[in-house]
């Protein structure tokens, strides 16, 4: 499985978003490719899951066939485990 | 690279909006030497861009720019608003603490970000940073 974590400039909190997440994905025993990158190249990357904030999952619209996972606080683990596991058992 | 020193920190941000906040944060970096003024202007440049993203937890912005837009040396500074400032962000506003990032390359981003991430994954240090009152607390708290 291949996810990504999402931001504006693809550096900062696409970082700290790609970190939790693979926190998070080491907890629920989950074998994935995590990497971060920016908005705009991320709507041509073919992958499974994308996870990022609203705002630019809003942006994102329907450029992509992955799945959009939204997630507001990036500092809140059981936030990101929720909507991971969504995504992941959909 | 420099994480919240003495000088990087104001306690008593007065910014009224987020472009305001987002330059007090930048300038604490001009003013110590680690970054140029056109970094803080595409600080403000890419909030205008990509929208308020970078707020990304409740009460906390992380804004920043590229590497290539002007960074000395890699640092983090703080501005806390205590009245709390609205960035647009649907779920996170009002925000209280602004991070202000610089960093050189990729590896530093990875190294800063580290930092900010064991200090902000506590919730009680957030609460301690927002109501702090000398500059004492935030340096016992970075010290871990």
Known sequence: MK?????????????????NVETVLRDMGVDADVEH???????????DIIVTSQELAETLGTDTGAKVVIVNNYFDNAEIKNALSAAINS | MSFLNKELVNLHGTAKNADEAIVQAGELLV?????????VEKMVESYHENGAYFVIAP?????????????????????????????????NDPVRLVFGLAATSSEAHLKVIQ?????????ENIEKMIHSEDYQVIGELVEG
Do not use: W
């Open chain 2, 31 to 39: 003013n110590a030497g680690y970054v140029s003024e056109q970094y």
């Open chain 2, 59 to 91: 009460q906390i912005a992380i804004p920043h720019a590229r590497p290539t837009d002007g960074v000395e040396n890699s640092a983090v500074s703080l501005v806390v608003l205590k009245d709390g400032v609205n960035f647009g962000h649907a779920a």
């Open chain 2, 115 to 123: 930092k900010i991430v064991s200090l902000l994954s506590n919730s």
């Open chain 1, 3 to 19: 996810i990504l974590a999402v931001c504006g400039l693809g550096q900062g909190t696409s970082l700290i978003l790609r970190m």
């Open chain 1, 37 to 47: 990158i920016d908005v705009s190249a991320a709507r041509s990357m073919n992958v």
